[in-house]
């Protein structure tokens, strides 16, 4: 009985490992370990995974094959890197900077073939069509160091735009010089091989750009509060759109890509749903894939004769020259600085997927031979290091040069508090919240409730102590500090003022009023209150869909408040929803409001797009009802006057824009006294 339970157990740990549950027991050990101990002697992370998949592939310790269960998480993890990319790109940045995705795309595609193609044809004597598929093979590259951009949160910075942008292009050229390739190969490059190319293509861009957003924005719509649903929903179609790539005849990558681009819009960078999928992904998929790279790494092949070690140095240092001077023509061109040529270097030259994906079909068509196979395996694992490296140093740098101002002091972060009456609006208040919150800040977000004190008081105070812990369990999803409050005041006008100066609150967010009248509005209505006594920033919110669903943002700013010294903190706080929701801006103001608006957006280097109507909306509210639509989220900046004629006018016009404009999201924003 003992021998048979030792030889159970010692059968568990043969090499290479069957039992899926010590396999990934295994890997998560691997993934907790890896960037922690390597963390120590400053190597990124990333390298860490890949020298592990080294040491227990079947290369290795031959402690683990590449399986179905391994080749499916790689793939899943290398879909999410794809699809993170496309979902984190700056659309307004990419659309400003288009063009210059557009040469460096080109650049990096060209160059590195361009160098290629002579040294395997004249200096390693391979056939011309050898040659021009492993030149093209330089051309492409992974973004296995991007998690690193999300570490230093420089996801914005234009050279990551453009990088990033420049990778979709050459990587769909490439993959369709190797349909090319293998339609020559096989006899079947005709004119019908074109048009089915052709059609294909565009019916794939026609489903995953027109089709899926509508249908995302229809289910975010529908089933707002199914939070889970949500990111089942993403993966449904990250998943979807790479098989409708790989039916295209494309790689399934570009597909992953492609649907984050068409999400992009829907899925708010600060949100708690962009938040879980980049912890899932980061957590567990692109960990599983980097670790696959390196268990596909044979370091046998530099032993087997000088040939070998030849063609991989070679195909090594051409890989890397190819995509360093596409760094720097790159940087010459559009005049960056040292730091984003690094950036530009380490994001293209990792070579993993697509490469392999190339070779691999060269090699099973017989156009490339052992040795450029070999050859490509230690190329991925040299490249993959220089990446992680490369981006590291210029991630650290870039970050170290935005922070040369410092942080601003405690006491002029911002301290964002919101007063909840009805919690069923307190998931849309926390959202817009999180996506105004500067990242900067260290102070928390305040929930806050005011209990009136009535005889009830005490059983009331707990219920609102439990619906706030269900608010901070929602919002802890996006990793943002909540404070919680529940207290008893008289007047709940009179509570949130009290705790708004306990806390040195300069924002607070607050709810749409309920059609009351003037009268009610006099004896303790909160938003009135709030108006005339509190000298924060005041933004009140009235959403009837969900934050990410709007086409459009529409500015209205009387130039009453133009002489207000904190006009830049509202118009950053504008500038941030166009950003995160990737909204166009239109603009009503007059000139003076105009002049000092492009000021901002040039100081700032904003990159949203805002156009100006200088027609004078706020003189009757209807001339702007012809110029709204359903989907619009309107945003109104109204000034504030200690005065009780212009409170009872300002009352007026709240339930104005009440009724003409029932069924758009309306901001009103009051900006702090001066």
Known sequence: MHSNFLTHLTRQFDLPFTNPVLIFSLLLFIILIAPILLGKIKIPGIVGFIIAGIIIGPYGFNILKKNSAIELFSTIGLLYIMFIAGIELDLAEFKKKKHRSFIFGFLTFAVPILIGFPVCYY?????????????????????????????????????????????????????????VIMGSVEGELNSTFWIQLAISLSLFTATVFFIIPKIAKWFFTKLESEKTSHYIFVLSVVFFSAFLAQLAGIEPIIGSFVAGLALNKLIPHTSILMNRIEFVGNALFIPFFLISVGML????????????????????????????????????????????????????????????????????????????????????????????????????????????????????????????????????????????????????????????????????????????????????????????????????????????????????????????????????????????????????????KPISVHDRLQLVCPPAYLPEITMSIWLSKVCKISAELSLPVICYCDEATKTHINQYLLHTKSSINIKFDEAEVWKDWRMLKSRISVNDFMIFVLDRKEDTNYLLSLTHTQRKLDVIFEKQTKLLIYPQMS
């Open 123 to 179: 200096l390693l004597n391979y056939s011309f069509l050898t040659s021009l598929l492993t030149a093209s093979m330089f051309a492409t590259h992974t973004l296995v160091a991007y998690p690193i951009i999300n570490k230093f949160g420089i996801g914005k910075n234009e050279a990551v735009a453009v990088t990033v942008g420049g990778t979709i292009l050459t990587d769909t050229a490439v993959l369709i010089i190797l349909a």
């Open 297 to 544: 790494v044979d370091l046998r092949v530099l032993f087997r004769g000088p040939e070998a070690l030849i063609i991989a140095g070679s195909l090594t240092v051409v890989a890397l020259i190819g995509k360093y001077l596409s760094a720097t023509f790159t940087q010459w061109i559009f005049g960056y600085s040292k730091n984003q040529r690094l950036l530009i270097f380490g994001l293209s030259s990792a070579h993993a997927a697509a490469t392999l994906a190339i070779i691999l079909v060269g090699y099973q068509a017989k156009i490339i031979d052992d040795n450029i196979l070999n050859g490509t395996i230690i190329l991925i694992l040299v490249t993959c290091v220089v990446a992680s490296f490369a981006t590291e140093k210029a991630g650290r740098q870039i970050v170290s040069a935005e922070e040369v101002d410092g942080p601003a002091p405690v006491q002029q972060q911002e301290s964002i508090l919101i007063p909840i009456a009805d919690f069923n609006n307190m998931d849309t208040m926390l959202d817009l919240a999180l996506l105004l919150k500067d990242k900067n800040s260290e102070q928390p977000i305040t929930l806050l409730s005011v209990v009136p004190d009535s005889d009830n008081a005490q059983a009331n105070l707990v219920n609102a102590r439990k619906k706030l812990n269900d608010s901070a369990k929602y919002a802890s999803g996006n990793g943002t500090l909540i404070k919680l409050i529940a207290t008893l005041d008289h007047n709940i006008a009179s509570g949130v003022l009290r705790i708004a100066k306990e806390k040195a609150a300069n924002i607070i967010i607050t709810g749409w009023p309920r059609r009351t009248t003037v009268l009610d509005k006099f004896l303790g209505d909160k938003s009135a209150a709030l108006i005339e006594k509190s000298d924060a920033h005041l933004f009140i919110l009235h959403l009837n």
